[in-house]
């Protein structure tokens, strides 16, 4: 997104001149003036974690590439806990995906291949309404109880809190809007400039959400409903020793004590509080962070192939699972109003949106692919990370775009997850 000069954090302890700026070469001098929206050069001062590695800061210079990021609220956490204990793809705008579960890849093609007999390759698209997984291939849709399928949700989904992505810059679902509509939810100042624009631009048409049906009373349902389940199943983990640290810190105002706690905590210590514990999301924050690279994924599951730096607890820091603050992390978000709604978080306006384009074949209302086609169209960001299919059909894979014509494959939904915040990294 825009950011002006004046935004741009100076560190007291170096403090570059803009005459420092010029001395880069022409080619980025010149970019540089003609749009600090493509190329932003900034000081980053690393956060907590990076002061660690050396005991006093690290300060960098950095090419900023903006970016969109398009991910389920568990993504948006890590996003957000980076940005802040890693300083890490501070330039990112995200939209969230609301997000009541989730289902492991492998489990859910069982499911549909060995139990429905409806081979995967045949699928055009999956919809879940009114309680079913609905699988629509060639002529015929089948139906598939959403209690079917629960057996299959990921472990890591039923001790999830967040149902509309509360630390998105927007957030966008199906529910609450009529069939052919996304829900928007704008929150931060970011996010309504994204909003505001495309609907200017005509990438988007929006209606207040209280011109519509059903309208904001079901999401507010669902965020309730799925915040007390998961809570009563993170206390019964509990009660059989099982920890879950995210919701332990859920109500923390400030990042001092999860910082002084993650103090020479590495990969280790993450497996066993989080990945060996279920907990793990897959997000993929703790391989994005690592400065020596030496966490990978093996069948959605981070592995360590490599020593770590002594001293860095990045992967720790990161993690959204290692602990989850929200109102420090909120505190730290450029919201572009003041109140709180208890279910749905901060937000300004709430609204019912559609693509303007028929070419866009979105899984509702296709609102998500026409802000980042407006995004990339206008040089707002110069990247998107989402997501595509991958090798095997409706398996998610991370997508890097950079033309919005490309963004047509990335449209819809694939109801797994996909390890997208390694996708920053590159
Ligand atoms: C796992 C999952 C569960 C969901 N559950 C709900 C729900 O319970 N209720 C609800 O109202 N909405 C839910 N959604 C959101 C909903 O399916 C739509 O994504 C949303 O309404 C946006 O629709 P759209 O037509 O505006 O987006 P589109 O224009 O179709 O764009 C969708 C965007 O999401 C990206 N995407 C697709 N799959 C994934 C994925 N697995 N992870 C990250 N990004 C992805 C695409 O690449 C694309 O950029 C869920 C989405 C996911 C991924
Ligand atoms: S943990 Fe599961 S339910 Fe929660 S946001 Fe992530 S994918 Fe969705
Ligand atoms: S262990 Fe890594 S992939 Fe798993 S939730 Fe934590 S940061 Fe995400």
């Not at 403090?15 to 010029?22: D, N, Q, R, T, Y």
């Not at 199943?233 to 109500?251: C, D, T």
């Not at 690592?290 to 990978?296: G, Y």
């Amino acid at each position: 997104m825009a950011i002006a000069f004046s935004s741009v954090r100076i560190p007291s302890l170096a403090v570059p001149s803009l005459a420092a700026l010029e001395s880069f070469s022409s080619t980025i001098r010149g970019r540089l003036h003609t749009s600090l929206v493509m190329i932003d050069f900034h000081l980053i001062e690393k956060g907590p974690g990076k002061k660690l590695i050396n005991e006093k800061p690290l300060l960098e210079w950095r090419i900023a590439m903006t970016t969109a990021f398009v991910g389920v609220p568990c993504q948006i956490q890590a996003l957000r806990k980076t940005q802040e204990l890693v300083g890490d793809f501070k330039d990112t705008v995200s939209i969230g995906l609301f997000c009541r579960e989730n289902w492991s890849f492998s489990c859910m093609r069982a499911l549909v291949e060995d139990d429905y007999g409806v081979k995967m390759e045949s699928i055009d698209r999956f919809d879940i309404k009114k309680g079913k997984l609905k699988l629509f291939h060639g002529d015929s849709v089948t139906d598939i109880p959403l209690a079917k399928t629960h057996p299959y949700v990921r472990i890591n989904c039923q001790i999830c809190l967040d149902f509309s992505a509360e630390l998105a810059d927007v957030s966008v679902g199906a529910v609450g809007t009529p069939k052919g509509w996304s829900t928007v939810i704008v929150r931060t100042k970011k996010g309504a400039e994204l909003v505001d624009g495309a609907a200017a631009k005509g990438y988007i048409e929006v209606k207040d959400i209280g011109e519509v049906k059903p309208g904001v009373g079901i999401i507010k349902r669902l965020s309730k409903e799925k915040r007390e389940e998961n809570l009563a199943e993170a206390r019964r983990r509990e009660e059989k020793g099982i920890k879950v640290p995210h919701i332990y810190s859920m109500n923390d105002e400030s990042f001092d004590a999860f910082v002084e706690y993650a103090k020479g905590k590495q990969f280790a210590e993450l497996e066993y509080i989080v990945i060996d514990t279920g907990a793990c999301v897959s997000c993929g924050a703790c391989a994005a962070v690592c400065p020596v690279d030496i966490i990978k994924f093996d069948d959605y599951r981070p592995v360590k192939v490599g020593e770590e730096k002594e001293g860095c607890n990045l992967c720790y820091l990161a993690c959204p699972r290692t602990a989850m603050p929200i109102p420090a992390i909120e505190k730290t978000i450029d919201f572009a109003g003041d109140d709180r709604d208890e279910q749905l978080g901060r937000y300004v306006k709430i609204l019912a949106g559609r693509a303007v384009s028929d070419k866009i074949e979105g899984q509702d209302g296709g609102v998500v692919t026409a802000l980042l086609a407006y995004a990339l169209d206008t040089g707002e960001v110069e990247r998107v990370v989402t997501v595509k299919q991958g090798e095997r059909a409706w398996e998610p894979d991370t997508a890097i775009v950079r033309d919005s014509k490309e963004l047509l494959d990335t449209a819809g939904t694939i109801y797994s997850m996909a390890v997208t915040m390694e996708g920053l990294r590159e």
